[in-house]
T-cell receptor, first 116, second 116 residues
Framework: DAGVIQSPRHEVTEMGQEVTLRCKPI?????LFWYRQTMMRGLELLIY????????DSGMPEDRFSAKMPNASFSTLKIQPSEPRDSAVYFC??????????????FGPGTRLLVL | AQKVTQAQTEISVVEKEDVTLDCVYE???????LFWYKQPPSGELVFLIR??????QNEISGRYSWNFQKSTSSFNFTITASQVVDSAVYFC?????????????FGAGTRLAVHP
């Protein structure tokens, strides 16, 4: 079975440009999570969706960040305009809730973003 | 207050040595889940184990074993007869019922280097 798919795997852009990260969760999973990993802050949750609905976006750093999940098999995380401090690895994770909300989150390979 | 503490920043061992990675957590919830993830040099996050707060039985999976002790709020991970392929960053994480189990709180990670 395919795991969580993220694209692109690497992105290099210039400050001020718009960046869109994409995620395809594991088929059948009800919840989707976006995390960011930096040296300074470690792994932190940005936003999560249940059944395509955003539930908690309190981790989104500022208005420059937005996330959507138009259907059960696709989500985007957009940064506009991007800044050098947004450079990080962005992970998408998905989870099935069929066994209860404590189920395991499975992570994608991540997108390594560098903003120059 | 840091909820998941991995006090060992880096550990270096020689192949075939046993190594224990420490994880101490803090929570007011009586119901929670604990996880370990592995992040190899390629960068992805690989799920290793999930344990709920009501199950204090130790678990063994091949060369891996986990020791969960609620009395000391610890969930330690031991690799027996380490191998070079075990070299990675290992993360311990906590998911609490108060967050609907929707937020994984990660420790800072322990970087394990296994030398031939």
């Amino acid at each position: 079975d395919a795991g969580v798919i993220q694209s692109p795997r690497h992105e290099v852009t210039e400050m001020g440009q718009e960046v869109t990260l994409r995620c395809k969760p594991i088929s059948g999973h009800n919840s989707l999570f976006w995390y960011r990993q930096t040296m300074m802050r470690g792994l932190e949750l940005l936003i999560y969706f249940n059944n395509n609905v955003p539930i908690d976006d309190s981790g989104m750093p500022e208005d420059r960040f937005s996330a959507k999940m138009p259907n059960a098999s696709f989500s985007t995380l957009k940064i506009q305009p991007s800044e050098p401090r947004d450079s990080a690895v962005y992970f998408c994770a998905s989870r099935s809730n069929s066994g209860g909300a404590g189920e395991t989150q499975y992570f994608g390979p991540g997108t390594r973003l560098l903003v120059l | 207050a840091q909820k998941v503490t991995q006090a060992q920043t880096e550990i270096s061992v020689v192949e075939k040595e046993d190594v224990t990675l420490d994880c101490v957590y803090e929570t007011r919830d009586t119901t929670y889940y604990l996880f370990w993830y592995k992040q190899p040099p390629s960068g992805e996050l690989v799920f290793l184990i999930r344990r709920n707060s009501f199950d204090e039985q130790n678990e063994i999976s091949g060369r891996y074993s986990w020791n969960f002790q609620k009395s000391t709020s610890s969930f330690n991970f031991t690799i027996t007869a380490s191998q070079v392929v075990d070299s990675a960053v290992y993360f311990c994480a906590l998911s609490e019922v108060s967050s609907g189990y929707n937020k994984l709180i990660f420790g800072a990670g322990t970087r394990l280097a296994v030398h031939p």
